[in-house]
């Protein structure tokens, strides 16, 4: 069988291509590496998508799950190692096989940068962690660090306060990033206290996380904090390197007006792809566009 499109990714952007893929009559495959619903299943509160003043990443995404499912979109777990460009028909290998298409969507998202310090890897999972809605409950009644400074550090620093007893912010810059009203709130929150201009330099412990030093950028000195855990939101990288189409130099996808990449045929959409602003609601917006898109190319390709 060769598809009309494969969908790589089942996130908000791979998921609002396979409902305007289905819509289209399309012969749609979407393969999604571990389980519907991206990063953003891990955010604790949106406030920013319309139609829902509140809602969780796994409840918005759930709903997004449902939306879907009554396009009986084709859906595969698997591991996307390679895209083969056949010209008209390219081939997607995965770790439980190949499968041809006539075009691609690649929606792969970000993942969590490491910031490579000393004891980051050896606390994975014992007392580190890059989500706070996931692990925050393991640290009830204990301090912990949070280190970064945008819109997701911020939301989750506030969230993790209503289990902790106290969120040290450890931040390299002197302000944040965060929109201004996360900002606001962060700072009334009693449990919250920033530490500016500061890089993290390791995370110490026997078994499990017991401190961490950190060092102040202007002064050089360094300071030890007692902490029970440790929560690492130092930025993202993209879901990119099976693909060997043109990037920027941090790896995402580089597209044009219609989201195609520089092989044709081949399109993205959503947060692996270079973009001013990394949210639901663009995702959404990425990848209705790309499944128009793709078939507009393949009534080309006829």
Known sequence: MVYDVIIIGGGPAGLSAG???????????????????GQIMKTHLIENYPGFPEVSGMDLMQKMEEHVKKFDLDIKFSDVQQIK?????????????????????????TNPKKLGVPGETKFTGKGVSTCATCDGFFFTGKDVALVG???????EAIFLTKMVNKVYVIHRRDELRAEK??????FKNPKIEFVWNSNLQSIEGTDTVEKIVVQNKLT???TEIQVGGVFMYVGIEPGTDFIDADKDEAGFLITGADL??????????????TTLLRQVATAVGDGALA???TERYIAHLE
Not at 181 to 186: L, P, S
């Open 260 to 273: 195609s990449t520089s092989i044709p045929g081949i399109f993205a959409a959503g947060d692996c792809r």
């Open 149 to 155: 400074g945008g819109d997701s550090a911020i939301v």
């Open 220 to 222: 050089g000195e360094t």
């Open 85 to 109: 460009d056949g010209g008209d028909v390219k081939t997607v290998v995965t770790s439980e096989g190949e499968f041809e298409t006539k075009s691609v969507i690649i929606a792969t998202g």
């Open 181 to 186: 009203i996360n900002q606001e709130r962060a």
């Open 19 to 37: 409902i305007y893929a289905k819509r289209a009559m399309m012969n749609t495959l979407l393969i999604e590496k571990l389980g519907v619903g």
């Open 291 to 293: 499944a128009v898109s």
